[in-house]
């Protein structure tokens, strides 16, 4: 099992670019499943989880092909509708591939997603959407079973705005007889990236970026070629870790509004934010003071940050508060923080961190991908040496994380 040794106490300066985004890339992989022609989807990283989704396209019988970031995915002329557990339950993700295969072959075989170490991952949004939409679904033996001759358009709310449901739903509905309208819709960056794909692809969306997603289903999709979106998440890692440093670091190659409340966070805690059409730079001119935050959907703080916020505010003067709204048990990094030196209570989904003038070096164990991250950040300013343990969470979204953070200056090294 890797870990990461990190020695404290270097100020990071530079530039680094970051990577196709994770949570892009995945559902563009997901959505040629219901393409009948070639696609090409360029800036894929090459981390675990888009590993993960090729084996399972593979194991449905398309054909791809990963070079320098660069992925072709040929249709299969003979598909397997299925997802088995041991791929699923590598990646909760893989339940954006029941959607494409069903509304593409009339039935379904997917895993049940297993549980996951930052919350219950329910998926009743996403049943409870296509059977709306007309699929006979049970869930057998840990399997999803699902059937449906030819899905139909639906008006569709969802209780809350499910990035998952809202992609699951929105490529279902891209093949399905009639109009569709899912309203409550959720707004991330990478689901406007899938929607311009499908468009691509042939599908008719409208409402693209907003809350009410109209489709009016087609009977064909053929190609597309499509650039993913720089990763907003990976980009707002790189700048936190430049911020807990004290350091100077410009992230390139995404769009900065995708971090807009990210950004006014930062100021609001201190940092120096300066922003191009294809980058941000951070800097800290003076102290960091504490500051509030509450998750939320996009366009609000996004949770796949709170981890890494939280680790900056426990050496930033003063009290800060974070609440998170989306997932019921995304504050396990806290313990491990504390391993640090930080002073972080939490109450059900309140954090409230006291912050202290340093963090000190300690074993310390990743328990999910944000996590990792957050505690190697708060390793790069803690006194000493910090290990962190199980980074295979880490290598799931970050592409050459090590090779990035070393980069801009950081000392840090991967042993077995
Ligand atoms: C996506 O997960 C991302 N993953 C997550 O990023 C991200 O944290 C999350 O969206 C929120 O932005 C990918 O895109 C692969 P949700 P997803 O459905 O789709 C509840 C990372 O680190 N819910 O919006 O699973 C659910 O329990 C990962 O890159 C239901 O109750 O998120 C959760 O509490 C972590 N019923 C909340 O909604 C449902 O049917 C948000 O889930 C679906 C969801």
New binding site residues.
Partial sequence: MDKYVVEGGATLKGSVRVSGA??SA?KLMAASIMASEECVIRNVPDIADVRTMRELLVHMGLELEHESKTMRIVPSSNPRPEAPYEIVQKM??SIVVLGPILTRFGSAHVAMPGGCN?????????IKGLTEMGADISVLHGFIEAKAKRLKGARIYLE?P????TENLLMAACMAKGTTIIENA?M?P?ITDLAEFLLKLGARITGIGTHTLEIQGVDYLGSAEQTVIGDR?EGGTFLIAGAITRGEVKVEGLNPLHLDIVLEKMREAGCAIEVGDNWVRVSIPGELTGIEISTLPYPGF???LQPQMVALLSTAQGISFVTEN???NRFMVVDELNRLGANIKTRNHHAIIHGVPRLSGAPVTATD??AGAALVIAGLCAEGETVVHDIYHIDR?YECFEDKLRGVGAKIVRTS
């Fill in positions: 994770k949570n995945l909760r993700a930052i919350g219950s991952r329910q998926i009743d949004l996403h809350l499910s990035v998952g449901a959720a991330e990478e998440v996004p949770t796949d989306i997932f019921d991908l944000r979204g």
